[in-house]
């Protein structure tokens, strides 16, 4: 039996992804479209993939084996012809996180599954277990049944509750994917699965919902989630039955939504890098009835290269401030927190100017490279005052600002900078670039030109309860969240009069 193991970034992978590989021979597509899918996800993970082409051995045999080879202290499964989103490894990491802290005795985290079928690209929702992960100590005391040829995780998971362990359950959907097959194809061991033929009214079509989640978790108690559909896939079905249809980010999705067959109220939102890519230039915004800006200076520069929007508005992101919280007693340390991804855009060089000019203070930085020479970079010349974290998601960046003083913020272009007000939610002090627009969002004492503003900013006053409450007044997603749904209600009901609600006036 051979055992390849790699990471998809870094040298630190936060979980391990067992991969049985015994279809490559018959359905390569399918296993590179499995693997792709582990490749691709966002936070680091170490993948072993299993050949097992012939299937010499048991499933079981293979999943234990990956067990005794994992590095890491949590164990996913995935099937060779499925797929994962591209943030199935952090949702389960995030809870993982969650159980570890608070010392749990949780020996599984799984999420439920949408079933597709390949030729008809159907899909539909079971509230059914994915295998999802398990820590490693639990595997190896308990491996799996090594003489089943099928069913193996089923039989896992009810005798696992027969010994009393303890799973967690996600109700999400969009992260794992069971490819169904006719009956008369291959086998599956699903059950019987009804597809939904009838598409939802609304539509939202993203391929990251980092920012979408909030607003779709609470859409779904005015309307039903019996209503609503999420997915980075599209069918011409889905598309011209849908009464109202939101793309999240304008890319080749929000093209391809833009020239589609149907008669949706499309709403479009649009963030900030993708105003400065090559899809703007295939889009008429103008064929979307709400075009949502998160920040003045965005808009004003898409109008200003593109024309006019009839259908603006600018309305920022929320923040979940139950997601972070203010410790009453944190107090000023000589400890700056930055948040993001390590590239150029984000100002790193500028970064280790900073750094190097100011010796006494301690840069910690929570994030991952997007350029190999950036990263071949900070590993050969960073300042020995410059220390590098695994990126951090949810609740583990939370833990990351609680012992940080300051954030500070390095880019030449934001559209808001939702990690500097997830900083401002936790008491940190806010130190932001001057970017174009950065003094509309935040107080211009918080915004720098040059070294000397920076060191002003360290050295004045301290009020970590001040920061949070900038938030709450201004960007809680309690307050911004109605704004949204006023727009996803005005597209079911096509006679609203969209002047008259003058939504393009609303400021955070």
């Known amino acids: ?59 079981g045999e293979c999943w234990n084996a990956a067990s005794r080879e994992a590095k890491c202290d949590w164990v996913a499964f995935v099937g060779d012809d499925d797929l ?100 008369d194809y291959d086998y599956s061991c699903a059950g019987e699965v009804t597809f939904i033929e009838e598409p939802r009214d609304y539509y939202f079509c993203t391929s990251n919902r980092i920012f979408l989640d909030p607003i779709t978790k609470r859409f779904k108690k005015t309307v039903g989630e ?16 849908a009464k109202v249809i939101w793309v999240e980010w304008a890319n080749e999705k929000a093209v391809e939504i833009q020239n589609a067959d149907t008669k949706a109220y499309k709403i479009l939102r649009l963030h900030a890098y993708e105003a400065f890519y090559d899809d703007m230039k295939k889009l008429d915004l103008n064929k979307f009835d709400r075009v949502i800006f998160i920040s003045d200076y965005i808009k004003n520069y898409v109008e200003k290269q593109y024309g006019k929007v009839k259908g603006a508005v600018v309305i920022p992101n929320g923040v ?41 203070y301690e840069f910690h930085l929570a994030g991952r490279y997007q350029e190999d020479d950036i990263c071949d970079f900070m590993q050969s010349r960073k300042p020995d005052n410059v220390f590098v974290h695994d ?38 002090k806010p130190i932001i670039r001057n970017w174009i627009g950065s003094d ?30 900038f938030v709450e007044e201004k960007f809680n997603i309690d307050n911004i969240y109605p704004k949204l749904e006023t727009i996803l209600l005005e597209g079911k009901e096509f006679q609203t009069d969209l002047n008259e609600l003058a939504l393009s006036e609303v400021k955070p």
């Open 84 to 183: 994962c989103s591209y943030d199935y490894a952090r949702t389960l990491f995030d809870w993982i996180s969650r159980i570890e802290n608070r010392g749990a005795n949780i020996v599984n985290v799984a999420t439920y599954m949408t079933f597709f079928e390949n030729e008809s690209e159907r899909r539909t929702f079971k509230p059914q277990q994915s295998t999802g992960a398990w820590r490693k100590s639990y595997l190896l005391e308990h491996p799996f049944n090594e003489k089943l040829k099928s069913g193996v995780d089923r039989e896992y998971i009810e005798e696992s509750l027969k010994r009393g362990a303890l799973s967690l359950i996600l109700e999400y959907y969009f992260g794992y994917f069971y490819r169904k097959y006719p009956k």
């Open 226 to 241: 019996e209503n609503i559909i999420i997915s980075p896939h599209t069918t011409p079905e889905m598309i011209k039955e």
């Open 320 to 360: 979940e401030l139950d997601r972070f919280t203010l410790n009453p007693d944190k107090k000023k340390n000589n400890k700056i927190g930055f948040a993001g991804y390590l590239t150029r855009k984000k100002g790193i060089g500028e970064l280790f100017f900073i750094a190097q000019s100011l010796p006494e």
């Open 1 to 59: 039996m051979k055992l390849t193991s790699k990471n998809n970034f870094g040298e630190n992978p936060l979980l391990s992804f067992a991969i049985i590989d015994s279809r490559s021979d018959k359905h390569p597509g399918w296993v590179s479209q499995a693997i792709n899918s582990l490749e691709s996800q966002c936070i680091p993970i170490e993948i072993i993939v299993i050949d097992n082409i012939g299937r010499g051995h048991t499933i």
């Open 391 to 428: 990126w951090k998601y949810g609740d583990s960046l939370n833990d990351f600002y609680q012992d940080m003083s300051f954030i500070l913020n390095t880019s030449l272009r934001e559209s808001q900078g939702m990690t500097i007000m997830e900083g401002l939610s936790c008491g940190c």
């Open 440 to 469: 509309k969002i935040y107080d211009q004492k918080w915004i720098y030109r040059n070294l000397d503003d920076i060191k002003n900013i360290l050295d004045s006053d301290f009020n970590p309860q001040e920061y949070r409450n």
